[in-house]
């Protein structure tokens, strides 16, 4: 009878310990790999929404200056944003994607190469404070008060440099009064390059018109001449309208600024008492502009109790195809047809929808 030899139970020992630690290493390493490693990924998410007609803060959001007769509001236009979470860990971004309210989006789409935090954030303020005064003119604009068109930027080196400073009121061009970006335009269509123009010209701070002679060079963007300047809307009204939202950035919020600046100045009330959300960039011309994270803030209009959104024409496929279930979404794509769909919406009439 054969005798069977077992091995010493100390190696055995050793063996499972080897085993035990080498696993509880990957673990520790894993771990610390999935708290401290930073994924190039940004989590996006429904934002805060800010009601446009009440306070934040303990301020009226939109204050008009004495002067204009202004009207109490009733309801809620309720402006959305998108949330923006970076510098995520490898946990934290698959603990946000398996939470299903935020998505996970590649960091250079809103942080491009080469382009830092602070110049993103920077940006981000001008495109905000842009979309305040775009909204001013055109609601201004829609209710009948006149407007300005002063040179925003001028071509370092064109044809206008030298003479026509940024800030200044461009009151006319080869004799035709203009008092909008769009006559500006209008006008220099008719003109050709070489040709010699008067342009009559006012500082920004006051003072006498003035007139300058200017040679048009050749326009990039067709057979026209080439002023060199880029003209913008202003409001021409004696009294001022401020925007109060810290820490929002984006121009999205254009659209609910105007309306709720008309709903301020005027005795009707735009609302009719409900919450109505939405979102929209706004030009000085009043045309609504599409945005980016519609789906997102869907959610956040609904959950602040909003059952209608305004949704610019160029973002209604990916609204229609993302809305909360309860959700009215109604297309538009102008100033114009926002303030005519929620006048339809307080009479009960049909209003075009998504």
Known sequence: ?????????????????????FSFGLVIVFALIGIFVRVPYVAVGPGPTFNTLGKHDGADVIEIGKGPKTYPTTGQLRMTTVSLTDNLSLFAAMGLWLGGREALAPREAYFPPGQSRQQVNQQNTQEFESSQSNAEVAALSYLHFPTKVLANTIVNGGPSDKKIKAGDQILAIGGKNVTTAKQVFDVMRGTKPGQSVDVKVTAQHGGQPRDEQIKLGRNPQGAFGFLG???????????????????????????????????????????????????????????????GGINFKLIAAKEQGASTFLVPAGNCVEAKATAPQGMQLVKVGSLTDAVTDLRKLRSGQAVPHC
């Open 1 to 21: 009878m054969s005798e069977q030899t077992e091995a010493p139970s100390g190696r055995r020992w050793n063996r499972r310990t080897w085993t035990v630690l």
């Open 229 to 291: 300047l880029t003209p913008t809307n202003r409001a021409d009204v004696p009294f001022d309208i401020g925007i109060r939202l810290n820490d929002v950035g984006g121009p999205s919020a254009g659209l609910i600024f105007a309306l709720s600046i008309i709903d301020k100045l005027t005795p009707e009330q735009l609302t009719d008492g409900k919450t109505i959300a939405g979102t929209g960039e706004i030009d000085s011309e009043g045309r609504v502009g599409q945005i």
